[in-house]
């Protein structure tokens, strides 16, 4: 079963520093996208990237959020300067033409 | 805004009954996906509904997508220790990129 790979499992970082957090979807699939989960809430929707672009961002994904694909296989979100309420754990996943998403087992980012 | 809403949150089952979760969207949806997400893990792909009125079934559970299709129910026959987690419906967003709203999930927990 294909699977969508996410570095690290775990990340903890000072207020104000920037982390990335990196995704490899699979490999024959077109659709990426970033969620968000805080602890014990519901998934929430980042950004969507296709062919190489933002397709689609939500309210939470300010200046602070940047997405890349820098090299036809990773797909990374860096937030600029971390805030308390970033902490989450964040999903990317990945989807073909037609059917659900396959979704990576997350890296949860603690902010201290 | 667009808006999906599950209940119950949580559930508490002896082994052997039946759960079922009720999912409810302000739009029409043109799909309604399910996902299950165990506790510490990612979401998983369920089932995709497209039709209205379409019943679907996996094993002991059973999907359901409304005539309207704003809403649409799961269901599990007699559950089992592995069906704990949270079941998250998903529908998608406005837009062309595919991007998925959650309901807020509906917890369930089985007692051996």
């Known amino acids: 079963e294909p699977e969508v790979t996410q570095t690290p499992s775990h990340q903890v970082t000072q207020m104000g520093q920037e982390v990335i957090l990196r995704c490899v979807p699979i490999?024959?699939?077109?659709?990426f996208y970033w969620y968000r989960q805080i602890l014990g809430q519901k998934v929430e929707f980042l950004v969507s990237?296709?062919?190489?672009?933002?397709?689609?961002k939500s309210e939470i994904f300010d200046d602070q959020f940047s997405v890349e694909r820098p090299d036809g296989s990773n797909f990374t979100l860096k937030i600029r300067s971390t805030k308390l309420e970033d902490s989450a754990m964040y999903f990317c996943?990945?989807?073909?033409?037609?059917?659900?998403?396959?979704f990576g087992s997350g890296t949860r980012l603690t902010v201290v | 805004g667009q808006q999906v809403m599950q209940i119950p949150q949580y559930q508490h089952v002896q082994e052997g009954e039946d759960f079922t979760t009720y999912c409810n969207s302000s739009?029409?949806?043109?799909?309604i996906q399910w996902y299950k997400q165990r506790p510490g893990g990612h979401p998983v792909f369920l089932i995709q509904?497209?039709?209205?009125?379409e019943v679907k079934k996996q094993k002991r559970l059973t999907f359901q997508f409304g005539e309207a299709k704003k809403n649409s129910s799961l269901h599990i026959t007699a559950t089992q220790t592995t069906d704990v987690g949270t079941y998250f419906c998903?529908?998608?967003?406005?837009?062309?990129?595919?991007?998925?709203?959650f309901g807020q999930g509906t917890t369930l927990q089985v007692k051996p």
């Open positions: 990237f296709y062919n190489n672009e933002i397709s689609e």
């Open positions: 509904l497209v039709k209205s009125g």
């Open positions: 490999s024959n699939h077109l659709y």
């Open positions: 996943a990945s989807r073909g033409q037609v059917g659900g998403y396959t």
């Open positions: 998903a529908g998608p967003g406005s837009g062309n990129t595919g991007k998925l709203i």
């Open positions: 739009t029409t949806l043109s799909n």
